[in-house]
Nanobody, 124 residues
Framework: QVQLVESGGGLVQAGGSLRLSCAAS????????MGWFRQAPGKEREFVAV????????YYADSVKGRFTISRDNAKNTVYLQMNSLKPEDTAVYYC?????????????????WGQGTQVTVSS
């Protein structure tokens, strides 16, 4: 089992920045790829970014590429999502998730463990 707890969400104006954190406990954090997903009201959960177990590979959704950066600190069992140049359309609940697989994993079904989510609201 892996327990995931997100933090760092909040209300920010368009053009601003936020950094989300996801703290993991339980099984060996460094053996999992870690992803971020988001879900806006009335919409399906969508992939945002994923980072490999070593941090050497990262992939992003086109909608956030160049604005968001995913990173991890295996010594702290934490994954981060730095979000810059935020737009109102980035408003959503953001979830982190852990996967035993590797690569460009966009499908939520590839992730075994999920956090409870943190709300990000971007005002125009």
């Amino acid at each position: 089992q892996v327990q995931l707890v997100e933090s760092g969400g909040g209300l920010v104006q368009a053009g601003g920045s936020l950094r989300l954190s996801c703290a993991a406990s339980g099984r060996t954090f460094s053996s999992f790829a870690m992803g971020w997903f988001r879900q806006a009201p009335g919409k399906e959960r969508e992939f945002v970014a994923v980072i490999g177990w070593s941090g050497g590979s990262t992939y992003y959704a086109d909608s956030v590429k160049g604005r968001f950066t995913i990173s991890r600190d295996n010594a702290k069992n934490t994954v981060y999502l730095q979000m810059n140049s935020l737009k109102p359309e980035d408003t959503a609940v953001y979830y982190c998730a852990a996967s035993p697989y590797s690569g460009y994993m966009r499908r939520a079904s590839l992730y075994d463990y999920w956090g409870q989510g943190t709300q990000v609201t971007v005002s125009s």
